[in-house]
């Protein structure tokens, strides 16, 4: 019995791990519009009742897909900021491992740290690219997702995770921010109930450099996953880098 338990289990999970293929990958082909249960079901060879067992709406299925990457990119994130260069774990998020910005000590200094992060990012966003677009970009016509979001503690974990990206930085970037006018009241609470506890030293201008720190990367980001950059260079890798050095530039972390 117990055996046979088992293999259904590990059937199912077979299965379910299937139609969030298949669902990304009609995603691919069509956009969000063709994530539906039916279509779904049509490509595996499955009837539109049976289907049903698995998830019992569509919006179930996006809510698990959401969960399941965004899971995957704050697993990649964190893995990269808790690396050296050398692929050696060392120190914890937020944690300076030294007082030089391309650092000596286990986890490979500010500098080092940060371009492991942002490559990390823009890694797992080309090789995921419907999971990215699930995430940050084309909303699922119809889609409603639960109460506090379809996966609040994976978009937790990448929100502390660009924070202490600031937070790391911010010894060198302070004073290159002296014209920050942002108080805490600019902010949601949400966001600050989020992100003071674990960096009670990072003022409101940490914050917004956090913040803008997010648009450079993801926007450039944004911008390959979805074509626009093909057409325009032959090199988005090589802007990406580009991009990168004069960002760690402006946080003090890079000289010209």
């Not at 379910?16 to 995603?27: G, N, R």
């Not at 937020?94 to 391309?102: F, L, N």
């Not at 286990?106 to 797992?124: H, N, T």
């Amino acid at each position: 019995m117990v055996a046979t338990r088992g293999r259904r289990e590990r059937l199912r999970a077979e299965t379910t791990a299937e139609i969030k293929q298949v669902a990304l990958a009609l995603m691919a082909a069509g956009g969000p519009d063709a994530i539906t249960l039916r279509a779904i079901a049509r490509e595996m060879g499955m009837t539109a009742n049976a289907i049903y067992g698995y998830f019992a709406t569509r919006d179930d299925l996006v809510t698990a897909l959401i969960e399941d990457v965004h899971t995957a990119l704050a697993d990649a994130i964190e893995a990269a900021w808790n690396a050296d260069p050398a692929g050696t774990p060392g120190g914890t998020p937020g944690r300076v491992p030294d007082d030089t910005p391309g650092g000596s000590g286990s986890g490979g200094g500010p500098r080092e740290r940060i371009r492991g992060w942002a490559r990390a990012f823009r890694g797992w966003a080309l090789a995921n690219p419907q999971g990215f677009r699930l995430v940050y970009g084309d909303p699922v016509p119809g889609y409603r997702p639960p109460e506090g979001g379809a996966a609040p503690a994976a978009a937790q974990r990448v929100c502390l995770a660009l924070t202490a990206v600031t937070a790391a930085a911010w010894p060198w970037a302070e004073g290159l921010q002296a014209d920050s006018a942002f108080g805490w009241s600019d902010f949601d609470a949400g966001l600050l109930d989020k992100v003071r506890p674990v960096f009670p030293e990072l003022p409101p201008a940490g914050l917004a450099l956090a913040l803008r720190l997010w648009g450079r990367l993801h926007g450039l980001v944004a911008l390959e996953v979805y074509g626009h950059l093909q057409a325009q260079t032959a090199r988005p890798d090589a802007l990406f880098e580009e991009e990168l050095t004069h960002l760690l530039r402006s946080l003090g972390l890079e000289t010209p």
